[in-house]
């Protein structure tokens, strides 16, 4: 699992879900996508610190 060590920068993690978010939205057969598992129980990344950037950024991106 992910751990204090292993975490991206918040910034990145936003760049990753703005771009991927754009890579699917073209595409009918997703409905949408589950991106990182949050919590400190997570196998992976707790992604809980981006969570406001994480939003801020996808509210920016898809109000355009």
């Known amino acids: ?3 204090a060590l292993n975490t991206p920068p918040c910034e ?3 760049r990753d879900v703005i771009q991927y978010s754009y890579l699917v939205e073209d595409d009918p057969s997703v409905q949408g996508f589950h991106y990182w598992s949050f919590g400190p129980d997570t ?3 707790d992604l809980t610190p981006c969570l406001d ?3 801020d950024a996808l509210l ?3 109000s355009d």
């Open 12 to 14: 990145m993690v936003v």
């Open 43 to 45: 196998p992976w990344y």
């Open 60 to 62: 920016t991106y898809y």
């Open 1 to 3: 699992g992910g751990g």
């Open 53 to 55: 950037e994480i939003g």
